[in-house]
Structures are given as C-alpha cells and as structure tokens.
C-alpha cells in the first residue's frame, strides 16, 4: 500500500500559501471563518473515522463512510457547520496539493484511491487541523466568536 508523508514545516508553510487568497477563508454564506473552528470541525471529522474505523479499505465510495461524510456529519451533529465544512475541504485540498505536488488533489478522489488506508486519513486530517489553527483567521471583530460544540 502507497502512504502520503504528511508531515514537516516545508509542508506547513507551503501549505499556508496556497490558503493565502482572501476568499480561503469564507463559507458558502459568505462569513469568515477561524482557523480553529475548521481545525475543531476536521479534528472532529477525524475522531469521528477513528471511532467507527471508516476505512476506505473497506468501505466504497457510495458506502457514507468516508471523509465526505465524516465531515458532514460533523455538520449535522453540531459540531460544525457548513462554512467550516466548506472550508475543512479547501484546507484539506491544500494539505494534500502540498504532500503529494500535484497541482491539485480533490480530498474526496484522494480518500478513494484503492490504496487509501485509514491511517492516511488521519494524517492528512491532522495535518489539516494543524494549517488551520496555525495559519487560519483568528477571532473575528469585535463580535463573540462562536466555536463549533459551544452554546450560542
């Protein structure tokens, strides 16, 4: 089996990069969101794999139980919404655009590549989390910045 090298501070900084534009940062609704709430929505996407070993070795890509999924279920339970998401995948495309070289990596086609261990997933994830909370917006205004798990 292939395995992605997820790791190192080239990795981070290359990485921090490619999320540099303006709009890296922004939800579907158009709010900014922080580094930490994506690294909490994929941390929580991540645990959420573990827990229920979602590997793609034995799951197809229609089976609900893969990084998509685990990251929309981290919407739907709260823990995340869709701006996180939207952006968790923007990061994670990063990440692996860096790992592997290639000019662009869809996180989804990369989770399903037959040689894609669960293992593979969790780096990636935690590599995520860690551009995220390194190199994402902090707390936004003057405004109380709401994070993912918390009351609002």
Known sequence: MTTVAIAGTALT????????RPDAWYGPSGMKVTGGAVAAHIQA???????????????ASGSGRNLYYALQHTSDDGLGDGDT?????????????????ASFVDYEAWNHHATRTLDD??????????????HGPGPLGDRPQVEPGQDR
């Open 13 to 20: 900084d290359l990485t921090a990069r490619r999320l540099a």
């Open 85 to 101: 998401h939207r952006v968790a995948e923007t990061v994670l495309g990063a990440v692996l655009e860096s790992a592997t070289g």
């Open 45 to 59: 996407a991540a645990s959420l794999m573990e827990r229920e070993n979602w590997d793609p070795q034995f799951y």
């Open 121 to 134: 997933v969790l780096r990636a994830c935690q590599a995520a989390a860690a551009v995220a909370r390194e």
